[in-house]
C-alpha cells in the first residue's frame, strides 16, 4: 500500500477559516458559504482529481460525523459532486455521508425528506437547513474580538 498525502492549510478545510466573509453576524462559521469559496472548490478538484488515481482518506478526530466540521463542510461538498464520501467509526463501523445525512434530518424531525422518502425535491433545503442547525451547535465561533481582527 502507498501513503501518500496532500498539505491542505488548515486555511482551506480547516474549521476556522481566515475569511471573515464566511461567518455570521453571530460569529458562526457559515459552511454553506465557505463551500462556494474559489480555494474550497479548487481543494475539492483536486481531491477528487487525487482519487482518480488512489485511495483517498480525509482525517478527523471526532467520533460521530455529525460534530466534525468535515461532515458539514466537506462532504455535502463533495456528494455534490458525485463523491460518496463514508466516515469510518468506532468499531470500524462504515457510515456513508448520505446516511449521516438521514440521522441528522431525523434528528431535527426532517424524516419526511430522508433518502428514499417521497419528498426527494425538497431533501436539500431541508438537508441546508439541518446542517446551519447543527454547524449552530458545534462549529467554531468566533467571538466579536476576533472578527475585528480580520
Given at each position: 500500500?502507498?501513503?501518500?498525502?496532500?498539505?491542505?492549510?488548515?486555511?482551506?478545510?480547516?474549521?476556522?477559516?481566515?475569511?471573515?466573509r464566511v461567518y455570521q453576524a453571530d460569529g458562526v462559521v457559515d459552511y454553506a458559504l465557505r463551500r462556494k469559496a474559489r480555494d474550497f472548490v479548487a481543494g475539492v478538484e483536486r481531491v477528487i482529481e487525487l482519487s482518480r488515481q488512489q485511495k483517498v482518506a480525509l482525517m478527523c478526530a471526532e467520533e460521530d460525523p455529525l460534530h466534525c466540521h468535515r461532515f458539514l463542510m466537506i462532504g455535502p461538498a463533495l456528494l455534490e459532486r458525485g463523491v460518496t464520501?463514508?466516515?469510518?467509526?468506532?468499531?470500524?463501523?462504515?457510515?456513508?455521508?448520505?446516511?449521516?445525512?438521514?440521522?441528522l434530518l431525523a434528528l431535527n424531525h426532517l424524516t419526511a425528506f430522508t433518502s428514499g422518502s417521497l419528498f426527494v425535491s425538497e431533501r436539500s433545503t431541508a438537508l441546508e437547513d439541518a446542517l446551519r442547525r447543527q454547524a449552530q451547535e458545534c462549529a467554531f465561533r468566533g467571538s466579536p474580538e476576533q472578527m475585528e481582527d480580520f
Amino acid at each position: 500500500m502507498r501513503v501518500s498525502s496532500m498539505n491542505f492549510s488548515e486555511n482551506l478545510w480547516g474549521g476556522r477559516p481566515t475569511d471573515p466573509r464566511v461567518y455570521q453576524a453571530d460569529g458562526v462559521v457559515d459552511y454553506a458559504l465557505r463551500r462556494k469559496a474559489r480555494d474550497f472548490v479548487a481543494g475539492v478538484e483536486r481531491v477528487i482529481e487525487l482519487s482518480r488515481q488512489q485511495k483517498v482518506a480525509l482525517m478527523c478526530a471526532e467520533e460521530d460525523p455529525l460534530h466534525c466540521h468535515r461532515f458539514l463542510m466537506i462532504g455535502p461538498a463533495l456528494l455534490e459532486r458525485g463523491v460518496t464520501p463514508v466516515h469510518i467509526r468506532r468499531g470500524g463501523v462504515l457510515e456513508s455521508q448520505r446516511e449521516a445525512e438521514d440521522r441528522l434530518l431525523a434528528l431535527n424531525h426532517l424524516t419526511a425528506f430522508t433518502s428514499g422518502s417521497l419528498f426527494v425535491s425538497e431533501r436539500s433545503t431541508a438537508l441546508e437547513d439541518a446542517l446551519r442547525r447543527q454547524a449552530q451547535e458545534c462549529a467554531f465561533r468566533g467571538s466579536p474580538e476576533q472578527m475585528e481582527d480580520f
